[in-house]
């Protein structure tokens, strides 16, 4: 039998965690296969909604689920974990200071980046979700030195599934069809979706998406805007923001760097950026990426256009100055 693969995730007792620990037990996340062994964490005031997490899981009997650890103990989340989903954070209360945020998850980060470092298992991937999910995996990256930051990641899948969500439905093609879409940037309101490179498989073959579209008018302005926007658009129809796709799409987002990416396919994933693209050093940017035997690696020689290049540029301007205000917060 293979051995389980132990699969922590923080802020477990979250909306977030709810909707991805069954999703990793049913197997979405590595594969119909593999056991797993899930390591859930959250904060002390969250302690008894995640043991009540914990008795749900046992409770669901999932073949796959191997073990539950629930704890407010960072060290015993992260001993022995080859994957790590962080999804716990400071969440941004009305009236709270971009700066006040950035300082309380930079302190969270901070810590747990020392246990992960001091007591993950070798090769541990970690994938960063909570807000403000690149410069968090950053501050990750910078106090976890030992952990190799092609290790370390942060989402924009669920970015990059909204807009082949978005192009299924105007193509009323199945979204399985549409590919090659990019998430360039900062998962935020100034990232780029851009449809240059996407296709859509028809009866006829692949045909490039601006093509089968037809209306630059709408690719350039509407799309963009409602994948930007998507996110607060879910926040005023639900009251809650978005769980289920985020979990969804975090799941995606391990299960193809694990085992790789479809031929001729790739994704977007927030990853430390070597300069690729003209984008800074030293940031994490969303970028294409293709996978294979567990490595990422960023999609080379894609030809930019004006248009594209101001909003690459845009974005990766956030992300400086986010790292800069991160970075005082250190002080
Ligand atoms: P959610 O589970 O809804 O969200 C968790 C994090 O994911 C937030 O930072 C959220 O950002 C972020 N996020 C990133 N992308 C998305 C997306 N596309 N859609 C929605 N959210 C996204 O939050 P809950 O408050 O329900 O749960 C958080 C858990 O974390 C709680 O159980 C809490 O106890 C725990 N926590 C842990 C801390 C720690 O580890 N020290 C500190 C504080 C809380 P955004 O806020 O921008 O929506």
């Not at 999703?23 to 593999?34: C, K, N, S």
């Not at 942060?154 to 105007?170: F, M, V, Y």
């Not at 970028?287 to 594209?308: A, M």
Request: hydrophobic share 45%.
């Amino acid at each position: 039998a293979m051995d389980a693969v132990r699969v922590l995730v923080t802020g477990a007792a979250g909306q977030i965690g709810y909707a991805l620990v069954p999703m990793i037990a049913r197997g979405m996340m590595l594969g119909p296969d593999q056991p797993v062994m899930l390591h859930m964490l959250d904060i002390p005031a969250a302690a008894e909604a995640l043991n009540g997490v914990k008795m749900e899981l046992i409770d669901a009997a999932f073949p796959l689920l191997k073990g539950v650890v629930a704890t407010t103990d960072v060290v015993e989340a992260c001993t022995g974990v080859n994957i790590a989903v962080m999804v716990g954070g400071f969440p941004r209360k009305e009236g709270m200071e971009r700066k006040d945020v950035m300082s309380k998850n930079v302190s969270i980060y901070k810590a747990q980046a020392s246990a992960l470092e001091l007591h993950a298992a070798p090769g541990c991937k970690v994938l960063v979700v909570a807000n403000p999910a690149n410069t968090n995996a950053l501050i990750l990256k910078e106090f976890a030195p030992s952990i190799p930051e092609k290790n370390i990641t942060c989402l924009t899948r669920l970015d990059h599934n909204r807009a082949l969500g978005q192009i299924s439905e105007k193509l009323n093609a199945h979204v399985s069809s549409v590919k090659n879409v990019i998430i360039w940037g900062n998962h935020s309101s100034t990232q780029y979706p851009d449809v240059n490179h996407a296709t859509v498989t028809t009866r006829n073959g692949e045909k490039p998406v601006r093509e089968l579209v037809a209306n630059d008018e709408w690719l350039n302005k509407q799309f963009i805007t409602t994948v930007q926007q998507r996110g607060a658009a879910i926040i005023k129809a639900r009251k809650l923001s978005s769980a289920l796709s985020a979990a969804s799409s975090g799941c995606d987002h391990i299960r193809d760097w694990v085992l790789g990416t479809p031929k001729g396919a790739w994704v977007s994933m927030g990853v430390y950026s070597d300069g690729s693209y003209g984008i800074p050093a030293g940031i994490v940017y969303s970028f294409p990426v293709t996978c294979k035997n567990g490595e990422w690696s960023i999609v080379q020689g894609l030809k930019i256009d004006e248009f594209s290049r101001v909003k690459m540029d845009a974005t990766a301007n956030e992300l400086v100055e986010e790292k800069s205000l991160a970075y005082s917060c250190l002080n």
